[in-house]
């Protein structure tokens, strides 16, 4: 018994190319990077994922593993990072807002231009940390090791910098706005520019005299 012929008519290349259409969208929603991802009409945003911790705005990653993390501009308001090994990570204009990162490790981190008002770093690791032009008010570093920092332009308004160790730090134009600096240690540190007005500098060592 003869097989039926297949159709080879203008009717059965549609159908054929509609099929090899929808094969290539199928391949390519499921190549779609989580960034593209659309819900709603509305592009989720980018999650990104380092030894298992989800880091996105209030993400929960108390000590996590983060060394060398590339953080460029990551949105992690309110995240929890505290004890985190984070030396050397690059948090370069990432937002840090209301952050928790209590005895956490930054030891040689990146974070030029690091938005962080009121986020808190207390008893930190934050030697040789770059801070420059970051803009870190009302932020709790009390305690915290930041001796060699660069903390150049940064403002500090109304932070809390009582027992903080500045030594050999580069604080030129900074802002100290207010800020609490009692028993802070700010020997060899570079002061050109700097300002303190109404600044708490009881016990402070290296802090200047005239204000």
Known sequence: MRAPERSTGPGALRGSAWRVLGQALCLAALALPAAAQIV???????VTIINGCHLWPYAQCANADL?????VGKDLHGADLRGARMMRANLRSANLAGALLDGADLTGAMAFSLNAPGASFRNASMAGI?????????????????????????????????????????????????TNLKNAKLERAILRFTIFPDANLEGCSGCPTDW
């Open 40 to 46: 709603n009409g509305v592009a989720e945003p980018e």
């Open 67 to 71: 060394r060398g993390a590339n953080l």
């Open 130 to 178: 770059n801070l420059e032009t970051s803009r870190l008010m009302r932020a709790d570093m009390q305690g915290a090791d930041m001796r060699g920092a660069s903390l150049e332009a940064a403002r500090l308004n109304m932070a809390n910098l009582a027992d903080v160790v500045l030594v050999d730090a580069d604080l030129q134009e900074t802002k100290f706005w207010g």
